[in-house]
């Protein structure tokens, strides 16, 4: 299983950049599953962004990215793209891209946390300063 996190860069408060992430080898069977977006600043704890189901399309932000931000999944559920509008310096990090373990009896803002998670991608970096 491969995920690879690409789109990061440096961008002015305010501005927009598109996260991608390719999967690869990972085949989602007929359960929910978080799919999703994680970021980390130096000093402080790894915070779930954003994730989606893709077997249902229910999705989760942040309250602190809700209304910025927007996820979604190709078709061929093989990619997950993060885009970021209205950047903050606040959302100054790495980002990743992850997949959860199946489950089920719970919802996706539950699952949308680092210790849900079962594959990770290599992170890229987002810097927000002018």
């Known amino acids: 299983v491969q995920l690879q996190a690409s789109g990061g860069g440096l961008v002015q408060p305010g501005g927009s950049l598109r996260l991608s992430c390719a999967i690869s080898g990972f085949r989602f069977e007929d359960y929910n599953y978080a799919v999703g977006w994680f970021r980390q600043a130096p000093g402080k704890e790894r915070e779930g962004v954003s994730c989606?189901?893709?077997?249902?399309?229910?999705?989760y932000y942040s309250d602190s990215v809700k209304g910025r931000f927007t996820i979604s999944m190709n078709s061929a559920k093989s990619a997950t793209y993060l885009q970021m509008d209205n950047l903050k310096p606040g959302d100054t990090a790495v980002h990743y891209c992850?997949?959860?373990?199946?489950?089920?009896?719970?919802?996706?803002?539950?699952?949308?946390?680092?210790?849900?998670?079962?594959?990770w991608g290599k992170g890229t970096l987002v810097t927000v300063s002018s």
């Open positions: 992850a997949t959860s373990v199946p489950y089920r009896g719970t919802t996706i803002a539950t699952m949308c946390h680092y210790t849900g998670m079962d594959y």
């Open positions: 989606i189901d893709p077997r249902d399309t229910n999705t």
